[in-house]
C-alpha cells in the first residue's frame, strides 16, 4: 500500500502518456497526409497545409471534412501535409515545410491550429484557405477554384 502511494502518481502519469501516444498513433504526428493513399504522381502546384494539434477543437471538426474532400483530389495536382504541434514546435513540421517551399509561410503561422493553408507549390505563396466555416462541398470547390488560379 505503501508503494502505491508513493509511485501511484508517477504509474499513472506513465500510463497517461503511453495512451495518449498510442491514440494519436506516434506516427501520425507531424507526418505528411502525402503518406497515405492520397498522393498525387506528378508534381503538385497546390500545398495544402495543415496546421494541427491533439488538443485542438477546431481540428476536430476539420480534419474529418478534410478526409472526405481528399479522396476527390488524388488524382489532382495537390499534395496534402499536416503540420502537427501536438507535442510542440520541435523539428518536424519546419521539416515538412522547407521540403515542400513554405517555410517563410510556416514562420508566420508557426504553432496556430485549427487551418488548412492552400499554398502554390513554386512559390509557397499562400493561394487561399481552409477553415471550419467550410462545408466539405465549399472545400473542394476552394480546392478547385486554388488549382486553377496557379495553373
Excluded at 506513465?14 to 506528378?42: P, Q, R
Excluded at 472526405?68 to 489532382?76: D, H, L, T
Excluded at 501536438?86 to 508566420?108: D, R, T
Amino acid at each position: 500500500m505503501k508503494l502505491l502511494k508513493k509511485y501511484g502518481f508517477a504509474v499513472v502519469m506513465v500510463l497517461a502518456i503511453c495512451g495518449f501516444a498510442a491514440f494519436n498513433g506516434m506516427g501520425f504526428l507531424s507526418k505528411t497526409a502525402s503518406e497515405s493513399e492520397y498522393v498525387y504522381d506528378g508534381e503538385p502546384e497546390i500545398i495544402a497545409a495543415t496546421f494541427s494539434s491533439a488538443w485542438c477543437s477546431a481540428c476536430k471538426i476539420l480534419e474529418p471534412k478534410l478526409a472526405q474532400v481528399a479522396p476527390e483530389f488524388a488524382n489532382k495536382p495537390v499534395k496534402f501535409v499536416k503540420l502537427d504541434f501536438s507535442l510542440g514546435q520541435g523539428s518536424g513540421p519546419a521539416e515538412i515545410a522547407a521540403e515542400n517551399n513554405f517555410s517563410s509561410v510556416y514562420e508566420k503561422y508557426k504553432g496556430g491550429t485549427g487551418f488548412t493553408l492552400l499554398l502554390d507549390a513554386d512559390s509557397g505563396e499562400i493561394v487561399d484557405q481552409l477553415t471550419v466555416k467550410l462545408s466539405a462541398d465549399e472545400m473542394k470547390q476552394v480546392l478547385k477554384n486554388s488549382i486553377q488560379q496557379v495553373s
